[in-house]
């Protein structure tokens, strides 16, 4: 499976995200905690919004423990909004165009989790994607099929309805090829102002999400805490796994449900799969 990030807030360099924490996503990579594979080493993306109309992404198949290029990177670029994601691939070929976060216009999206027998639904689901959306595929990955599949349901609309539809077709599909739980997810996504994240399977036993507290409350009580000094009150992250040991800093999102965050403010909500409807008929 795979360990990801989301951060909103003031703008940080990236090495306060990807290297400074106890358990930094560059730790995960090696050593995860709470991950089905104890090592991520397929490959990294970094995906962040600055001032061109469209996000940057920079994608590595080397382990990001391993890359040079990322730690230059990390100890000088900034953002104010960021996805970072390390891979462990559940079968598909290390390539960068199977890095996260993927990328469509402005949109990032990245997936921990799989859809199960995947080469027994892929050509199913590559159908169902809108003729006009689906040259833009560049990689053989579920998850970007994924991310392709709530594109065709709307997620520029409306993220929440458009993941439900995804995940209802694929529940769907994969039963009727005989496979009793076809989906394993934690999915973010993204249009550089809010951040939808979402914690789903469809056998309710799904991988790990936690999402930060409030960083007033806790920069009062660890006020010797330099990092957290340095980021403003909307500051918010959403994780596969805590960054640090600070107690009272994380929540753990609950089983089949949506985080939405917005301008430092997190709603959650419940989560389920809904068909859509042509594929009801």
Same mark, same amino acid.
């Given at each position: 499976?795979?360990?990801?990030?989301?951060?909103?807030?003031?703008?940080?360099?990236?090495?306060?995200?990807? !290297?400074?924490?106890?358990?930094?996503?560059?730790?995960?990579?090696?050593?995860?905690?709470?991950?089905?594979?104890?090592?991520?080493?397929?490959?990294?993306?970094?995906?962040?919004?600055?001032?061109?109309?469209?996000?940057?992404?920079?994608?590595?198949?080397?382990?990001?423990?391993?890359?040079?290029?990322?730690?230059?990177?990390?100890?000088?670029?900034?953002?104010?909004?960021?996805?970072?994601?390390?891979?462990?691939?559940?079968?598909?070929?290390?390539?960068?165009?199977?890095?996260?976060?993927?990328?469509?216009?402005?949109?990032?999206?990245?997936?921990?989790?799989?859809?199960?027998?995947?080469?027994?639904?892929? *050509?199913?689901?590559?159908? $169902?994607?809108?003729?006009?959306?689906?040259?833009?595929?560049?990689?053989?990955?579920?998850?970007?099929?994924?991310? !392709?599949?709530?594109?065709?349901?709307?997620?520029?609309?409306?993220? *929440?309805?458009?993941?439900?539809? $995804?995940?209802?077709?694929?529940?769907?599909?994969?039963?009727?090829?005989?496979?009793? !739980?076809?989906?394993?997810?934690?999915?973010?996504?993204?249009?550089?102002?809010?951040?939808?994240?979402?914690?789903?399977?469809?056998?309710?036993?799904? *991988?790990?999400?936690?999402?930060?507290?409030?960083?007033?409350?806790? *920069?009062?009580?660890?006020?010797?805490?330099?990092?957290?000094?340095?980021?403003?009150?909307?500051?918010?992250?959403?994780?596969?796994?805590?960054?640090?040991?600070?107690?009272?800093?994380?929540?753990?999102?609950?089983?089949?449900?949506?985080?939405?965050?917005?301008?430092?403010?997190?709603?959650? !909500?419940?989560?389920?799969?809904?068909?859509?409807?042509?594929?009801?008929?």
């Amino acid at each position: 499976m795979c360990r990801w990030l989301a951060y909103s807030g003031s703008p940080v360099r990236l090495d306060d995200l990807l !290297y400074r924490p106890v358990n930094s996503l560059v730790m995960q990579s090696k050593h995860s905690r709470m991950g089905v594979e104890t090592t991520n080493g397929d490959g990294f993306g970094v995906g962040w919004y600055g001032t061109g109309p469209t996000p940057g992404v920079y994608h590595s198949t080397e382990p990001a423990w391993h890359d040079r290029n990322l730690r230059e990177l990390a100890g000088h670029a900034s953002a104010g909004h960021v996805f970072a994601h390390i891979r462990a691939t559940t079968g598909t070929a290390v390539q960068q165009t199977n890095c996260h976060p993927f990328r469509h216009g402005r949109w990032l999206w990245m997936h921990n989790g799989v859809l199960a027998d995947f080469s027994k639904v892929k *050509r199913d689901l590559a159908l $169902a994607v809108e003729p006009s959306l689906y040259p833009e595929i560049e990689g053989s990955t579920d998850s970007e099929l994924f991310f !392709y599949l709530a594109l065709t349901f709307g997620l520029e609309r409306d993220p *929440r309805a458009a993941v439900a539809e $995804a995940v209802g077709l694929i529940e769907d599909t994969g039963r009727r090829h005989g496979i009793d !739980y076809p989906i394993q997810m934690t999915v973010a996504t993204t249009d550089g102002d809010t951040t939808w994240a979402f914690r789903y399977s469809s056998e309710g036993n799904s *991988r790990s999400l936690f999402h930060s507290n409030d960083i007033a409350t806790l *920069r009062a009580q660890y006020p010797d805490n330099p990092l957290l000094h340095e980021l403003s009150d909307n500051a918010r992250l959403v994780v596969s796994e805590p960054l640090g040991d600070l107690k009272g800093a994380w929540r753990e999102v609950p089983d089949a449900t949506c985080v939405v965050v917005h301008e430092g403010e997190q709603e959650l !909500y419940p989560f389920a799969p809904e068909l859509p409807v042509a594929a009801a008929v």
